[in-house]
């Protein structure tokens, strides 16, 4: 990095140019297609982002998947976020709000108990479910984990048929660009058609020899002439 009165301390009154930057570290759902078109139902994924902007200046906003860069630059913001979140923890999986059963309360009451996915219900053991008390989705804890495990047990099976018809249309395309590839290379390389030479009739041959006869004719009285 070339020096500047900016970033190098040997300059006198040099600041940090990063000291003007507003930055936080925050996880934020992101949706995995893969796993989503593969098992036919959403899944989604924590991931780390970072906000920064400079102070009093919103346009140049950047919020962007948080990289070792990033954590180096504001390793303040970094260390606080790792402080108060507990590092860099994701959870992978179908999204509570993904569940038609759970109200808006319901989500909220099962992520205060640190359940955050529809995952978390189905592993739950019963010690854990203990601890979530009766009320949630008006139904007894083992019930809820009974019915968390058939919604994943159910999109599974809807997912199978659509990879099935998925996996059939693209080998029908397949077998189609390949049978048509064999048929251009089976038909053989037509050569261009030669120009057929024209046959005259006795008649026309007659009837021409008669107009040149009458040319020459013209031709020897002008010459006379």
Same mark, same amino acid.
């Given at each position: 990095?070339? !020096?500047?009165?900016?970033?190098?301390?040997?300059?006198?009154?040099?600041?940090?140019?990063?000291?003007? =930057?507003?930055?936080?570290?925050?996880?934020?759902?992101?949706?995995?297609?893969?796993?989503?078109?593969?098992?036919?139902?959403?899944?989604?994924?924590?991931?780390?982002?970072?906000?920064?902007?400079?102070?009093?200046?919103?346009?140049?906003? =950047?919020?962007?998947?948080?990289?070792?860069?990033?954590?180096?630059?504001?390793?303040?913001?970094?260390?606080?976020?790792?402080?108060?979140?507990?590092?860099?923890?994701?959870?992978?999986?179908?999204?509570?709000? !993904?569940?038609?059963?759970?109200?808006?309360?319901?989500?909220?009451?099962?992520?205060? %108990?640190?359940?955050?996915?529809?995952?978390?219900?189905?592993?739950?053991?019963?010690?854990?479910?203990?601890? %979530?008390? %009766?009320?949630?989705?008006? %139904?007894?804890?083992?019930?809820?984990?009974?019915?968390?495990?058939?919604?994943?047990?159910?999109?599974?099976?809807?997912?199978?048929?659509?990879?099935?018809?998925?996996?059939?249309?693209?080998?029908?395309?397949?077998?189609?660009?390949?049978?048509?590839?064999?048929?251009?290379?089976?038909?053989?390389?037509?050569?261009?058609?030669?120009?057929?030479?024209?046959?005259?009739?006795?008649?026309?041959?007659?009837?021409?020899?008669?107009?040149?006869?009458?040319?020459?004719?013209?031709?020897?009285?002008?010459?006379?002439?």
């Amino acid at each position: 990095m070339l !020096a500047s009165d900016m970033n190098n301390p040997q300059f006198l009154g040099a600041v940090d140019p990063d000291a003007v =930057m507003i930055a936080r570290f925050y996880k934020r759902a992101v949706q995995n297609r893969f796993l989503s078109r593969k098992e036919s139902r959403p899944i989604f994924e924590d991931k780390i982002f970072c906000e920064y902007y400079p102070a009093g200046n919103t346009l140049l906003r =950047m919020d962007v998947p948080a990289h070792e860069a990033h954590k180096m630059r504001f390793a303040k913001q970094w260390a606080y976020y790792v402080t108060t979140q507990g590092g860099d923890s994701r959870e992978v999986g179908t999204p509570l709000t !993904a569940w038609p059963l759970l109200s808006p309360a319901d989500v909220e009451n099962l992520r205060g %108990m640190k359940y955050n996915t529809v995952e978390n219900i189905a592993a739950a053991s019963d010690g854990q479910l203990q601890t %979530m008390g %009766m009320g949630v989705a008006g %139904m007894a804890p083992h019930i809820l984990r009974t019915r968390a495990q058939a919604f994943l047990a159910a999109a599974q099976d809807t997912a199978l048929p659509q990879k099935q018809a998925e996996d059939i249309e693209a080998l029908k395309k397949q077998v189609a660009e390949l049978t048509a590839a064999l048929q251009a290379q089976a038909q053989p390389h037509r050569k261009p058609a030669k120009k057929v030479k024209r046959e005259w009739t006795p008649e026309q041959r007659a009837a021409a020899g008669e107009r040149m006869k009458k040319a020459r004719e013209a031709k020897q009285q002008v010459t006379d002439g």
